[in-house]
């Protein structure tokens, strides 16, 4: 059915041309809403080898999705709610004395800043990144209902994903029917594995990071820790520019510090491109640095933090796909 309606449009070059202006526009105008689509098909993803695993076990399907589903959420609360207060607490001093860390360490290294003209500008992008994050997460998930809507719908689509596999092959002829089939799966398998791995790398990131830190002795290990992991999401980009508030700190104190922090983020950095990436997030990226950078850059143009953080997996994402026509046109 799929490939008639190709072939006809093709044979209408006007009609063509209507139709993918009328694709685009509607494509732009629900953008937000195909974030949280995307959002919830790789957390989909992500959960299917635990479904499989339960299944394979004689478990009902029912439990199946809800034992891996519950198990996550359960654990994501109890792990992050008793945290909250703590590096909500520490995150407020940081930023309160970020001003003052600045003017030591520009002291330091022998640069003169004012003080006070810091202060403004810390607050005044306080207040800005505080006003973006409202409205960043209000454009994302639109509020707590949107957020409880991404996880609703990725429960049914972790439910119902073998009848919605089935559905969307039956839109392209028979024979293609199991290549579909396929390629989609090849798909769930990259988005999985990018997100489990990304959860891996961040919690090891993080607590490598907290541990180094604390051992020498630089204050506010754990928020700087948390940024660290939290920039991790970010590829290539990321662990640079979590190093710098982390040497901003240090230098406050004395520059020999600083450079320890510094090598140590690289060293960091080193143990992670050359001994965590290929382990972890091989299977699932497997991209081509300068590919990497541009995607961040594009997606975070287009759509900004959230653009950025979903660049990698929608890269791989249009890789498949494409790979999945050329072995199409290649029989």
């Not at 994501?76 to 945290?83: C, D, E, Q, S, T």
């Not at 407020?92 to 003209?117: C, H, K, R, W, Y």
């Not at 957020?147 to 596999?165: D, P, R």
Request: glycine share 6%; charged share 10%.
């Amino acid at each position: 059915m799929l490939h008639k309606f190709y072939h006809f449009l093709l044979a209408r070059q006007i009609i063509l041309a209507l139709f993918l202006f009328a694709i685009g526009w509607f494509l732009f105008q629900t953008r937000d809403i195909l974030v949280s689509i995307f959002i919830a098909y790789i957390i989909m993803a992500a959960l299917m080898p635990a479904v499989k695993w339960f299944r394979g076990q004689g478990v009902p399907h029912i439990f199946s999705v809800l034992i891996p589903y519950l198990t996550v959420i359960v654990f994501l609360i109890l792990i992050i709610l008793p945290l909250i207060p703590f590096v909500a607490t520490q995150v407020q001093s940081l930023i309160t004395d970020l001003p003052d860390f600045i003017n030591e360490a520009a002291m330091n290294v022998g640069i003169n800043i004012d003080a006070g003209t810091i202060q403004d500008t810390v607050a005044r992008e306080s207040e800005s990144i505080g006003r973006n994050a409202v409205s960043l997460t209000t454009k994302v998930f639109g509020g707590i209902f949107a957020t409880l809507t991404v996880m609703i719908v990725s429960f049914y689509m972790l439910f119902y994903q073998e009848g919605f596999k089935r559905s969307v092959a039956s839109l392209f002829h028979k024979n293609d029917q199991e290549h579909v089939i396929e390629t989609m799966n090849k798909i769930n398998d990259k988005l999985g594995a990018w997100l489990r791995g990304q959860f891996v790398l961040c919690f090891a990131i993080g607590l490598l990071t907290y541990i180094v830190l604390t051992l020498l002795g630089v204050p506010f290990a754990l928020p700087l820790a948390l940024i660290a992991a939290l920039f991790e999401v970010v590829p290539t980009l990321g662990p640079i520019l979590a190093a710098v508030p982390a040497i901003i700190v240090a230098l406050t104190f004395n520059p020999p510090l600083a450079i320890a922090v510094a090598i140590a983020y690289f060293v960091i950095q080193m143990l992670e491109n050359n001994l965590l990436v290929p382990k972890i997030m091989e299977r699932a990226v497997g991209l081509n640095p300068v590919i990497v950078i541009i995607g961040v850059m594009v997606g975070a143009s287009l759509m900004g933090v959230p653009g950025a953080l979903l660049s990698i997996p929608f890269i791989s994402f249009i890789i498949v796909l494409f790979k999945s026509l050329n072995e199409v046109r290649e029989k």
